[in-house]
T-cell receptor, first 115, second 115 residues
Framework: AQTVTQSQPEMSVQEAETVTLSCTYDTSENNYYLFWYKQPPSRQMILVIRQEAYKQQNATENRFSVNFQKAAKSFSLKISDSQLGDTAMYFC????????????FGTGTRLTIIP | DVKVTQSSRYLVKRTGEKVFLECVQDMDHENMFWYRQDPGLGLRLIYF???????EKGDIPEGYSVSREKKERFSLILESASTNQTSMYLC??????????????FGEGSWLTVV
């Protein structure tokens, strides 16, 4: 079974600063996908970024980027130039490959951006 | 835009009542999921369905059942609600065979309180 660990229950950072959220996972699979989801106070879960395990290049989406270390089973999210709208719960999630679309989530990190 | 609609945002039920949580998606997705979200525990998969009338247990199916009579609708049933089922329930859907998390869509969630 897969497990996903987020060791930072809460974080806060000043607006415009950079923040990194940590995530580690455990799996025996070689083909899988990793995701960061954002859940703002409105509760609608939104995909932030995804990474295919077979790709060595780290994924980037505008101000969001990941540091994917496959050997260490680590998948951290970096948010640059943080904005007030980034305030949310952030969940790291794992999905096995081969068309199995079930997601296994971590426990989440509550991020607060301070004006 | 894809829409996953959970008919009830907030419910209060009494212990022992039978509870139905309804979820409807409008994109002809094969896969549908029910997750439960609790503070400090993240999201945990209750049940999922890969097709009409098909269902599989997730990680925490005890005390729950599901029904999928039509492709667009996936219902979560609490046969006899208990206070430890007080939680946020999230429905999600995705097309089959993509293996990519950016095609998993979440509803806004249903807050259930059992008193």
């Amino acid at each position: 079974a897969q497990t996903v660990t987020q060791s930072q229950p809460e974080m806060s950072v000043q607006e415009a600063e950079t923040v990194t959220l940590s995530c580690t996972y455990d799996t025996s699979e070689n083909n899988y996908y990793l995701f960061w989801y954002k859940q703002p106070p409105s509760r609608q879960m939104i995909l932030v970024i995804r990474q295919e395990a077979y790709k060595q290049q780290n994924a980037t989406e505008n101000r969001f980027s990941v540091n994917f270390q496959k050997a260490a089973k680590s998948f951290s999210l970096k948010i640059s130039d943080s904005q007030l709208g980034d305030t949310a719960m952030y969940f790291c999630a794992f999905m096995r490959g081969f068309g199995n679309e079930k997601l296994t989530f971590g426990t989440g990190t509550r991020l607060t951006i301070i004006p | 835009d894809v829409k996953v609609t959970q008919s009830s945002r907030y419910l209060v039920k009494r212990t022992g009542e039978k509870v139905f949580l309804e979820c409807v998606q409008d994109m002809d997705h094969e896969n549908m999921f029910w997750y439960r979200q609790d503070p400090g525990l993240g999201l945990r998969l209750i049940y999922f369905s890969y097709d009409v009338k098909m269902k599989e247990k997730g990680d925490i199916p005890e005390g729950y059942s599901v029904s999928r009579e039509k492709k667009e609708r996936f219902s979560l049933i609490l046969e006899s609600a208990s206070t430890n089922q007080t939680s946020m329930y999230l429905c999600a859907s995705s097309p089959r065979g993509t293996g990519l998390g950016n095609t998993i869509y979440f509803g806004e969630g249903s807050w259930l309180t059992v008193v």
